[in-house]
């Protein structure tokens, strides 16, 4: 026991040394705030030149050419950029902090059908990952449970907040299912070749997601029977209250979980990865299935893929007439910030500059629902965007000067600037 305590406290002083604080979340906005001369990226395709902007009580209540009438306090963005704040689907964030510290992790919890965990309530709001997210211009998010075949129901927040209360956006927007792979890599350690093979158990393990589903339905049919959580949060699929976030990646597997969804009356679906889905576009579009496709810096997943595969899959979907969003799939939780510079690698692939932008602002938003407020510019809508020093979808120019998330104003201090900042000085360097 000794032995013990002496390393848990040990960690607790390495922690309680090493660790910097999280940036303070921005006083509420206190009066009218204009942006003057900045070029406004909508967020829709559309692109404002010498725009002004002016916004109170946390939303937009001018938008137009340098004609606008300023209000309030004014600030001279001349040369700069304007954007939408950028959203992270289906990721983990603030639900772990080190992946090696149990403790810190919060994102998979036990069970395999486990739709009523909520991932709002573990939402770590002082989260260094989350803090790092801002200075790239990654504003809001879905927090999302992973692991399991039902993983559980995520919210969306915002990244400027003291706790979880005050950084929710929608509260249990939506429920993820991994759908079983029709395939699979052998189990080497098992004997096993090594190689691709088909998943015995796939039937199986389908029939497992429609006898959980179909209890569900009884359950809510039922008018005297002991309380079922898990048969409980399932129900608002079935009235449009939730969102069913599909993952799947394979045309099979695509094409069975869309056609289950919609055989079972789930009245809003969205297909999240989708690797294959360029080869299915006419069933997706009949079907009116959104896709989340993975970050596009990565390499193939077979093959006998196009090498670039990744890098134009946005494209391929958006040409096929597609609602189309971006989410960081495979990466590690940090790398979300990256996002701005995944719809910048579909640039180079010929997609419209303006048309990227929407991958992970507007499009995102309409996908998660939250597009009544979030995800572009317009008046009455939140001012939830970030002003850059050039373009924010190349990294080499997407320097961020000001940040604002429902009109406060945030820090774009992290730890990681301040520890550049600490250690340049030991370099003698300005």
Known sequence: ?????????????????????????????????????VTAHIGDGTVIENATIVFENGKITALGDASTPTRGTVINANGKHMYPGIIAPAKSLGLVEV????????????GEFIPHIRSLIAYNAESKVVES??????????????????????????????????????EDDGIHL????????????????????????????????????????????????????????TL????????????????????DAVNWARDNGIKKYVLVGGYHAYKITDFLKRNNVPVLVSQTHALPNFQDDDYDLPYKLPKLLDDAGLLVGI??????????????????????????????LQLITGN???????????????????????????????????????????????????????????YSKKYGQN
């Not at 790239?136 to 990244?159: D, E």
């Not at 001012?383 to 940040?403: C, K, P, Q, W, Y």
């Open 1 to 37: 026991m000794k032995n013990i305590f002496k390393y848990v406290l040990a960690f607790a002083l390495i922690v309680s040394g090493t660790s910097l604080a999280q940036q303070t979340p921005g006083d509420a906005q206190s009066g009218a705030i204009s942006v003057t001369g």
């Open 99 to 110: 992946n090696a510290v149990r403790a810190s992790d919060d994102q998979d919890e036990l």
């Open 133 to 170: 997210m801002r200075p790239n211009g990654v504003l809001l998010g879905q927090t999302t449970p992973q692991g399991g075949r039902i993983s559980g129901t995520s919210s969306i927040v915002q990244f400027d907040a003291w706790n979880w209360e005050d950084a929710v956006v929608k």
């Open 178 to 233: 991994n759908w079983p792979r029709s395939f699979r890599r052998g189990r080497w350690w098992l004997g096993e070749p090594r190689g691709f093979q088909p998943n015995k158990d796939y039937s199986e393990q389908v029939s497992e997601i429609a006898n959980f589903m179909n209890n569900a339905i009884a359950y809510g049919k039922a008018t005297d029977t002991e309380r079922n959580l898990a048969f409980e949060a």
């Open 236 to 255: 608002p699929l079935f009235d449009g209250g939730k969102t069913l976030y599909l993952y799947a990646d394979g045309e099979k597997e695509i094409i």
């Open 327 to 356: 989410q960081n799939a495979d990466m590690s939780n940090f790398q979300t910030r990256n996002m701005a510079f995944y719809a910048g690698q579909v640039v180079g692939q010929g997609m419209d500059k303006e048309r990227a």
């Open 364 to 422: 995102n938003a309409k996908i998660l629902g939250i597009d009544d407020m979030y995800g572009t510019l317009a008046v009455g809508k939140s001012a939830t965007f970030f002003v850059s020093e050039g373009d924010a979808l190349d990294m080499r120019t997407n320097i961020l000067t000001h940040v604002f998330i429902d009109g406060r104003a945030v820090s774009l201090e992290t730890h990681q600037t301040e520890l550049w900042k600490r």
